[in-house]
C-alpha cells in the first residue's frame, strides 16, 4: 500500500492540528543552558546504579505541581530520549517539560542514553542500555515515584535515535510499554552502516549483518501480532516531510498497514531538528494521555 505525500494528507494533518490546539499549552523551544544541571522547580536529577553496567546513569524526573498536593495520589509515566550525541538533559532545556507534566498529570523521566542506541550491546559491557531503561530505571522510578506500575500507564517516545529506542524497547518488553512513540526516528539501522556509532554497539556490519538486522525496529513488527499481550500497543510514529529518514518512516508505516497494525502515522513538515521535536512532543503526550484514560479504564475491569 502507497501512501502518497499529498495535498490531502497535509489538509489530514491541519485537521489534527486543530482539534489539539487547545488541549494544553504549547511546547516553545529554549535556549540551550551553559550548564549541565537542571534548575527546574519541579525536576530531580538522579543518578540510578545499573547493576547490568556496573556504573549509575544520570536522569532527569520531572513531576508535575499537584504531585505534592496528595501523598495518596500516583501517577503515569512517559519515559522521553534523547538521540545520537544527546544527553539526559537535552529534553529539560528545549521544552517546556514541566508545563506539560503538570496538564497532562504526568511523571516525565529523560534517562541519559549516551550513543548507546539503546541497545544491550554484544561487544560492549559498559553499553547495556535495553536492560537499563526497560528494566532498572523503571523499577528504580516505579519504587521511588508515586507512579501507577502498570504497563497501561507506561509510555516511551523519543527523537531519532531516541525514536528508535523509544519502539525498539517497546516492541521487545510489550508487558513493560503499553503505548510508544517515534519522533524522526531511524527505522533501519542496516541503512547507515558507518554512521552515529551504531557498528561501535554492534560491529561492523558486514561482519554481522544478522546481528543488525535483529536490532533494527523495521525488523521486530512482524512479532508484535504474535507477542500475547491484549489489547494490543499504542503506537504514535511521525516524520518531517524533509527529514533524513521520511523513507524509512514511511517504509514502516506501509509494514504496519500491511500487518494490520493499529498506529497513528503523521507527516508534518519539517526537518531533523528541534524546531521539529518540541512541536511534536505535544502530540505525542496527548496520545499518550488518551491511551492512559483507557488503561485507567482496563486497570479497573
Known sequence: MKIPLSIK??????????????????????PTASSDAVTAAMADTVEVMSQAMG????????FPAQYHDSVQQTYPVIYLLHGAEGQYNDWPRRANLDSLATCYGVIIVCPDGQDSWYLDSPVDPAMQFETFVSKELVAYIDSHYRTRASRYMRAITGLSMGGHGALFLAFRHPDVFWSCGSMSGCMDITQFPDRWHIKDRLGDYESNKQRWREHAVCNLVGQLPDNGLTPAQNIIIDNGLNDIFIKNNIALHEQLVQLGINHDFTVRPGRHNWKYWVNSLDYHLLFFNKAFARGATLMEQ
Not at 494528507?9 to 529554549?30: E, F, K, S
Open 55 to 62: 556504573r549509575n546513569i544520570k536522569s532527569v524526573v520531572i
Open 9 to 30: 494528507q497535509l489538509v489530514l494533518t491541519l485537521g489534527i492540528l486543530l482539534m489539539t490546539a487547545a488541549a494544553c499549552p504549547r511546547t516553545t523551544a529554549q
